[in-house]
């Protein structure tokens, strides 16, 4: 095994402009934002964000103009309000939204993980989500053996995906605790795999439970240490959500001064 | 009156014993009326979640209901991809949905208000919509705001299907559930009547005229308006319980 | 939740003549043996058995006259030789054998799993494997978006399936510690699931680590409480397999004495 | 001459360092080939197998090499979906299959010898083969039996996709890897030139008589015919270090 500990600044800088990212975490949860702020830090451009319900992560590269095209299949705050940066973009033509539902986001990421260039779902006809795509990324198919009109998906493969966890060893065997939110996928569909962690842990600890390790070492190009690496998203069994935070982005925002934001949090 | 708890006990009676009821993001009343039935006429109704947990034991409800927390003491870890596989076997039987519009055919809008590409209102998007109106076996649809601008004529986009046109068939669109069983806003109880929407029941506190007043196309109202049943001291006393913190308000600001 | 305790003379009479039944583990490993022995007691008749890689339970129903057809990838007894009654019947024209490859198995069943009627998988083509299938399972298919040639698998969806598990709740919550062996798939691909365990725990032990139920309560029928439910199968942090017993099973059905075995192990 | 360890050791040499190599069932000289990699030249190839184990740091091989004692001190669990999705990808490098008939082609038959309906021998069923000969970035073939009956014209049955007729190109059929690259017998190691099989190397004790007598199709005879190199000191003790039990001769027996 290979070690891949690489610092924040490292792993932001060898994510290329204008490629497409996968981003983990669901909401408030375990998005990966200690890597995301310095990717703004750096000011990434042109990038492509792919995720299915999403919140900061993407509110804030979307804001800090980092971002020319979006995938997803939800992007807001819960009952705190819309994604005002994403609002504002959307409404002003700056970037490009493809919405999905969940599961097309699910099965193009599994798909790509599976190695194969689409998957078939249910659902979806008579949502106006089929235009979207317009037979693009989804497509009336009938079934092989039945004739069953089904709607089949195309791969969804991120140049990269960055994911936040618990633990990883320095090559990249990851422990993420609770809820998974489709990261494994996220990891498998990519071309290359960034994990920052809240701990870095020695090879012997990952041997005593291998079937807590959701991602194995071969599948990761770089890891990061990076305590509160998720914040102020939770982290599961180290931090909750910091919801006054949120708050004060929302705030900030909404009052278009997300420069103060960033001034405060990011730089 | 309470109109939180109104609506949760509404939402709550939609869920029958013995089955599988799910609820997404953004969705405090939801969580509620789940842990509702579950405690009262519904023992055996299986909860399930966009927190990817089965059948929890958390203490009170989350602001983000898909916390993290909502794993702690559930009987099984069932990740989305495994809910919605398991939706598309059609046994997922109650989703439920809200909508920022709602049309008279029971179809939902959580995209954009105006046009796709040049929006007025970029909403945050229908995160499952598309695909479990389709699969769940009902969805019950709700908004806290029932005005004319949510309860319109016809949706600016379909994000979740209901009986689209009113005329086609869901089934041979590939649907495995019946549709939207109920609307529950902060009037009223609406089913659905002929694929038409029908005012079923109207919240203490409110008249018909208010229900028709801000309602943007034309209901079926039936011979007699029944009033919602009021939630019982009990329901009131385990809404309390798993909510001291009051979420339940927060749409409602 | 429902309490689903079965003994395994209900469970066994629970499975229909002429059913398809998948059985669960794999090779000499965690197979529902118990529930197999009852099955051949019992003389169920026509079944057709689904598997990906099998030994003892396969061929001991075959052997039993169980069976009118076995879909599998391998069926033997790995290097202590081939499946004395599987070869026979096969050979003799009294069962029909669909010969899979393992992927076919696990494409076969996670499409059921998914609710789907098929799904796509790569490779086959070239192997004679295809045509033993003959466009009924296996059937060449143009990929919608890549036009790539890819080999559709029509879904697997077995009447029953039966497994045996390290722990279980009255309820059906199952706990399978180590190797998984597609049980999971199994069971979400059937129309009906026994689930045999060594254990019948609390549901207040199964709330302390829902990551380890490996197959919800509402997914299972039935519920049989049997210690050593997989011997002469080894099943994993509980027993090793017995080899000494399978070297006795192949010796008695070489010299035509499956009978001996059946009077000394099952009735 | 120590066969067992000679094909072991020749196994072995296939893999080269960061690569992913697959074991299946009822394959102890494969399994002990993979450990042996791991142990010399290759410390960082990825061992994976059917126990759906990842780099399993086991005391000694087990006649079932499916055993889930494969699973103690692995870095990863990774179950048999899942690692065949990522040979899907075109990731795994190496798998390792028998053949009760390998043909000229590196063709390999583990269905039936005769008929498929009608078949004088059933054999086993190929296992992974018919997905795995064409997602394995190569292939590598072995029997412990090299005879007329083995190494045949052309096999009755194509269980395991090699080079086919030797015409068509495996790449229009959907494959991912390049085919057999190596076949390891008992008595010695072939590889395949212009998609016929020549002979590598021939084992210690054997002559390239015995070889051609015993094999059913005409061989490519290279100028100079190597003996296979012989294990080495270290080989043999890591050999014997993790099969005490000697498990390597069963297939011989």
């Known amino acids: 095994m290979k070690e891949k500990l690489l610092t924040l600044k490292e792993a932001a800088s060898s994510i290329d402009d204008h490629s497409s990212v996968a981003i983990g975490g669901m909401s408030f949860h375990r998005a990966p934002m200690a890597l995301v702020r310095e990717m703004v830090k750096q000011t990434r451009k042109g990038l492509t964000l792919i995720g299915r319900e999403e919140g900061l992560s993407f509110d804030l590269l979307i804001g800090s103009n980092c971002v020319k095209k979006a995938l997803a299949a939800y992007i807001g705050f819960e009952n705190l309000g819309l994604a005002p940066n994403f609002r504002k973009k959307v409404e002003k033509g700056e970037i490009k939204f493809e919405e999905h539902a969940c599961q097309s986001i699910v099965t193009g990421l599994r798909a790509s993980a599976m190695g194969l260039p689409f998957l078939p779902t249910r659902g979806f006809l008579g949502s106006d989500v089929m235009g979207v795509h317009n037979g693009r990324d989804l497509r009336v198919i009938d079934s092989p053996f039945t004739g069953e009109k089904l709607v089949a998906v195309r791969a969804i493969e991120p140049d990269v995906t960055i994911i936040h966890a618990q633990m990883s060893d320095p090559y990249g065997n990851t422990r993420i605790i609770g809820q998974m939110f489709e990261d494994d996928l996220m990891v498998k569909a990519a071309k290359k795999v960034i994990v920052t962690a809240e701990e870095i842990v020695d090879t012997d600890d990952i041997r005593k439970h291998p079937e807590m390790t959701a991602i194995p070492h071969f599948m990761v190009d770089g890891v990061v240490k990076a305590p509160k690496g998720a914040y102020p998203c939770s982290c599961y069994c180290y931090y909750d959500a910091d919801m006054d935070h949120f708050r004060e982005y929302l705030d900030l925002c909404r009052k278009g001064a997300l420069d103060g934001y960033i001034d405060k949090y990011v730089r | ?253």
């Open chain 2, 1 to 253: 009156m309470a109109i939180p708890e109104m609506m949760i006990c509404s939402m709550a009676r939609e869920i029958k014993d013995g089955e599988m009821a799910f609820h997404g993001l953004a969705s405090p009343l939801v969580a509620i009326a789940m842990y509702l039935a579950k405690n009262t006429h519904a023992p055996n109704m299986i909860y399930s979640c966009v927190a990817e947990s089965i059948n929890p034991l958390y203490d009170k409800v989350t602001l983000s209901t898909g916390d993290p927390a909502l794993l702690r003491g559930a009987t099984a870890y069932m990740t989305i991809p495994q809910a919605f596989d398991y939706a598309q076997k059609g046994k997922m039987d109650v989703m439920f949905f809200g909508g920022a519009q709602i049309d008279k055919h029971g179809n939902t809008n959580l995209s954009v208000i105006g046009d796709y590409e040049k929006p007025k209102v970029r909403l945050p998007g229908g995160a499952a919509s598309a695909f479990l109106c389709m699969m769940a076996g009902r969805t019950v649809i709700w908004t806290t705001n029932h005005s004319e601008k949510t309860m319109v004529e016809k949706v600016d986009f379909i994000t979740g299907q209901g009986f689209l046109d009113g005329k086609v068939d869901r089934r041979s669109l590939g649907a495995l559930g019946l549709g939207p069983s109920k609307v529950i806003t902060n009037m009223g109880v609406f089913d659905f009547y002929e694929k038409g929407m029908r005012i079923e029941s109207v919240h203490p506190g409110f008249t018909l005229n208010d229900v028709l007043d801000n309602t943007g196309f034309e209901l079926i109202v039936p011979e007699k308006v029944e009033e919602t049943r009021k939630p019982t001291e009990k329901e009131l006393e385990i809404i309390e319980r798993i909510d001291p913190d009051q979420i339940r308000k927060v749409e409602f600001e």
